[in-house]
């Protein structure tokens, strides 16, 4: 058996890691699961800019891999940084084993807006495979719908869909045929 671990990072509610199971597994046509783990956080956070760096988390998650782990997706609400941005919606290894999504800035409400959960699922969705997408080996895509494509806001997230563009799929599931007749 291989999957991806969904793994949350502080609190997530239970029916959001549910609907990115369920999804998940059928964009990646692989099995995935959800395994609850304990993260040292304070070693992580920053005082001086009340964010927790990415980089760090990333490296905490893929610490721990059981048998049968193919990926690992860590997902939390808490805010992320890398020193050279002042957030990040997600992280991921290239072509690696782990990633990492932040629904913090996917909220409407962060924005000031009211807040829609359906809006906020289809958000962590898109991060989500894309930032597995990224661990599956792809690199950021120039078609504005292709779920790869680049978000630096979180206007961009909205305007690209859920899937990837047909140069994309292929790609990433090239590389899958290969893995499975090895
Ligand atoms: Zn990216
Ligand atoms: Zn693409």
Redesign the pocket.
């Known amino acids: 058996m291989s999957c991806i671990d969904i793994v949350p990072i502080g609190e997530i509610e239970e029916g959001l890691l549910l609907f990115l199971r369920q999804n998940l597994s059928q964009t990646f046509r692989i099995q995935t699961r959800i395994r609850h783990r304990s993260f040292d956080l304070a070693s992580v956070y920053d005082s001086m800019r009340n964010q927790y760096h990415s980089s760090g988390l990333l490296l905490q998650l893929i610490n721990d891999v059981p048998p049968g782990t193919l990926k690992i997706l860590g997902v939390t609400e808490l805010d992320l940084f890398i020193p050279i941005f002042t957030f990040l919606f997600?992280e991921?290894q290239l072509n690696g084993l782990g990633a990492l999504v932040s629904t913090h800035r996917l909220h409407n409400q962060f924005y000031g807006i009211p807040e829609n959960e359906e809006l906020l699922r289809e958000r962590l969705l898109k991060e989500s495979i894309?930032?597995l997408?990224?661990a599956f080996g792809l690199?950021?895509c120039f078609t504005l719908r292709c779920v790869?494509n680049?978000?630096t806001y979180v206007e961009e997230i909205d305007q690209k869909s859920t899937h990837f563009c047909n140069l994309c799929q292929q790609e990433i599931f090239k590389g899958r045929k290969e893995e499975i007749s090895r």
Do not use: K, L, P, T
Request: aromatic residues 0%.
């Open positions: 997600g991921a894309h930032e997408g990224h690199i950021h790869m680049s978000s």
